[in-house]
């Protein structure tokens, strides 16, 4: 009815991305999130532009979707029936979501009392296969890759190239969004799947013309999950951003190369720092991300403070996950409603209005 139908990510860049005839439409309408401008905080730190992309708005809150629909569609394409994942929780709505559509079975392991209970919603009402291990995602995700190893089953975490080749997308969005490529490109880094894809795909970008610069890749990790910045794995990573709790990152070695091949640099932030970065974010611009999409802000600020990102720059923060996905940490640093039982009169009094 006069709107066009809003595409996928395969849809929308087919010529980029490893699909064919024979490859099946899968398509939740992933991709073509809002770049926001910043209004408030990037004035307030001196920045002529700094943009979010808000991955939030993906079809099961996160940028998972972007990667999954291509590693679903692939594994059908190879003949799969059963897909798995080892998941902090994001990971596996996704999985799930995609399995559902196309009537798969969705196998996700996840470490015992370690996911936050609206992402493990999401993971059972698609209907997925959910398994608790003891031990944290490192453990999950080897358990995974051994498993795929000796079972007809599809592995969908972010070691499956064509996640890497989805969520490339991305990259391509800002880059049609802002006409080029900003100058410093700022996201949380877990598994480092996703620094890994958005390098690839500035990259592919840049070598096709499609923009005239490469950014400085910035990647967040949390102080308590920072194996990168420390450069040697976390045997116990703790952290309030579960997305990121990771101790040995799949991709560790290609996030080194996007760091270094891009002329950027990978840090840590505080669990303060995230959370402070988390209401500052909904406060001042109205945007609710969950906390490991916060870490970036945080060091951003920082960096910032301590002129290492010059204010004339334009930079983008990747929001990576919607904020209801994991609202109890926040929940701590706010004001609880007020219950007042009266008339409008009480209710005037209350507020001071
Ligand atoms: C998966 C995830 C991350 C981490 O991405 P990696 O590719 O593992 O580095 C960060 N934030 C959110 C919300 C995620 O779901």
Redesign the pocket.
Known sequence: MGSEARQGVIDRYREWLPVGDRTPRVDLQEGSTPLVRSRNIGPALGLSALYFKY??LNPTG???DRGMVVAVAKAIEEGAQVLVCAS????SASAAAYAASQGMRAIVIIPAGQISLNKLSQALVYGAKVVQIPGNFDAALATVRDLAEHYPVALVN?VNPYRIQG?KTAAFEIVDALGDAPDYLI???????????YWKGFKEYHAAGRSTVLPRLV?AQAEGAAPIVKGAPVAEPKTV?S??K?GN???WEN?TLARDESGGLIDAVSDTEILQAQLQLAAAEGLF??P??C?PLALLVRLVREGRIERDSTSVIVL???GL?DPDAALGNVEPPVTIDGDARALAKVLKL
């Open positions: 991955e939030g996160s940028f998972k902090t929780g994001n990971t972010s969520q996201l949380p880094v877990g598994n480092a799947g996703n620094i890994t894809a990647g951003a997305a990121i990771i990152p799949a991709s996030a991300a969950e490991a999409s870490a990576t996950g919607n996905k």
